[in-house]
């Protein structure tokens, strides 16, 4: 079997996707249609040509921009399935998304709206497709600690939908330590937490993931490599890292995919995995990332397969779930 077809066929777990970035143009006009709003782009071409980032700030504008369009319930079912329905043609078989509150309560739309349409969107993916799934809440890192209380206050009554609390958005300027006890508090209410980290952010903020916010994975995770008593910390650990390839290409983190640290990282025996991002606004989705890192750093299929295993050894799927998915990644390499 050629490269191409091993990775769209390989059964696949994505661990880092941020649900209003998978917002494709295509359903952006359309709902904003059906709600009334004018977008500021005359149409879906003049819209991508603002996909053109020179960092992390300028795609996050452009990103919270896109989903002042999402307001009701079935707007975020929308976005959701579309997401879903997308990973299943590329056999992707659990799936662990967040999603970000505070960019929707923020201007007027509540929680409960957000959350039940992406909660009866991934009941209708795992019924109907039968993906897997966790869901993620994220608090947004340029907001104040008082904003995230309020959302942990307001997530409490969905506390069945929602495995894990994230961080994400501007990172440089809004260390862990600013969530510490926003991140003790969710932590005592039962959550797992994660956090970006080392993407923009110096390898302490790394540090600051583990030490203060007591994250079970890093996202992202780059800067790492600065450091080598992390680099050990991170092996002996074996803490995951939710690497996004075509994200740290169009957010600059690399300056070209043959620069990209993946291969290296799992060199060195981090427990690195391949995921997603952003595809609506970075290029592709799970496939695409395989198939750019794969072509600019020439992995093998035992590398794919490596990366594969690390994202359901390091999902936050229950021990049951997640030897059922390791059984489906065993049979494909043992038949390829
Ligand atoms: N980094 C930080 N915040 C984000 C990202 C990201 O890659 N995507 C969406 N919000
Ligand atoms: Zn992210």
């Not at 983190?253 to 799992?266: A, I, T």
């Not at 750093?297 to 059922?324: I, Y």
């Amino acid at each position: 079997m050629n490269i191409t077809d091993f990775i769209n066929q390989m059964p696949k777990a994505e661990l880092h996707l941020h649900i209003e970035g998978s917002f494709e143009p295509e359903l952006m006009f359309k709902i904003a249609k059906r709600n009334g709003i004018k977008l500021t782009y005359k149409d879906i071409d003049s819209l991508k040509q603002a996909y053109n980032f020179n960092n992390l700030q300028e795609f996050l504008d452009i990103y919270y921009a896109g989903a002042n369009v999402l307001q009701t319930e079935q707007d975020f079912y929308d976005l959701t399935w579309a997401y879903l329905e997308k990973i299943h043609s590329q056999n992707v078989i659990h799936t662990e998304i967040f999603f970000d509150p505070q960019t929707h309560t923020e201007r007027g739309v509540a929680f409960d709206t957000v959350i039940k349409g992406i909660n009866r969107a991934l009941q209708d993916g795992q019924s109907k497709l039968g993906i897997s799934y966790v869901l993620i809440m994220s608090f947004l890192r340029h907001l104040d600690e008082a904003s995230a209380f309020e959302t942990l206050e307001a997530a409490l009554a969905y506390k069945d939908m929602i495995k894990a609390v994230g961080l994400d958005s501007s990172e440089v300027g809004n260390p862990p330590e600013k969530f510490q006890k926003v991140f003790e508090a969710a932590r005592n209410e039962g959550f797992l937490t994660v956090a970006h980290a080392g993407e923009e952010g110096p390898a302490e903020y790394v540090w600051g993931a583990l030490d203060l916010l007591k994250v079970s994975r890093i996202d992202h995770g780059n800067r790492s490599l600065e450091d080598e008593a992390l680099i050990k910390r991170l092996v002996d650990m074996q803490i995951p890292l939710t690497v996004c390839p075509l994200s740290n290409l169009k957010l600059k983190v690399v300056k070209d995919m043959k620069d990209h640290p993946l291969k290296k990282m799992l060199q060195l025996g981090l427990k690195a995995t391949v995921n997603s991002d952003d595809p609506a606004y970075f290029g592709g989705y799970m496939n695409e990332n395989f198939q750019a890192v794969t072509e600019a750093l020439d992995l093998s299929k035992a590398e794919l397969l490596q990366l594969s295993r690390n994202a359901f050894e390091g999902s936050f799927a229950g021990e049951d779930l997640k030897q059922r998915l390791l059984q489906k990644l065993d049979e494909f390499e043992a038949n390829n």
